[in-house]
Nanobody, 120 residues
Framework: QVQLVESGGGSVQAGGSLRLSCAAS????????MAWYRQAPGKERELVAA????????????NYADSVLGRVTISRDNARKMVFLQMNSLKSEDTAVYYC?????????WGKGTLVTVSV
């Protein structure tokens, strides 16, 4: 059974930083593409950042949504089966529930989410 458990959310003032963590189990982690999505109130879920799994020359390649480029870094620790999202210079528009996502052989798995609230 695949489990993704997020942690690290909370309340922070604009300009501050947060580091989200996601612990994975029941999945071939190193081969999975890991990602963070977010969903703000009244909006659709959107991709924040992703990092590919092992795959030859395209291994562990990150990509970011334009809205967070330069402020966010995604990283992974294959030994601990964890993925991280370091968020800096947070803005009020970053307020959302952040979800960890894993993709392996075209199957998607989701965590339950962690709330990030950015106040001005």
């Amino acid at each position: 059974q695949v489990q993704l458990v997020e942690s690290g959310g909370g309340s922070v003032q604009a300009g501050g930083s947060l580091r989200l963590s996601c612990a994975a189990s029941g999945i071939m982690f190193s081969a999975s593409t890991m990602a963070w999505y977010r969903q703000a109130p009244g909006k659709e879920r959107e991709l924040v950042a992703a990092i590919t799994g092992y795959g030859g020359s395209s291994s562990y390649r990150p990509n970011y949504a334009d809205s967070v480029l330069g402020r966010v870094t995604i990283s992974r620790d294959n030994a601990r089966k964890m993925v991280f999202l370091q968020m800096n210079s947070l803005k009020s528009e970053d307020t959302a529930v952040y979800y960890c996502n894993a993709e392996f052989v075209k199957r998607q798995y989701w965590g339950k989410g962690t709330l990030v609230t950015v106040s001005v």
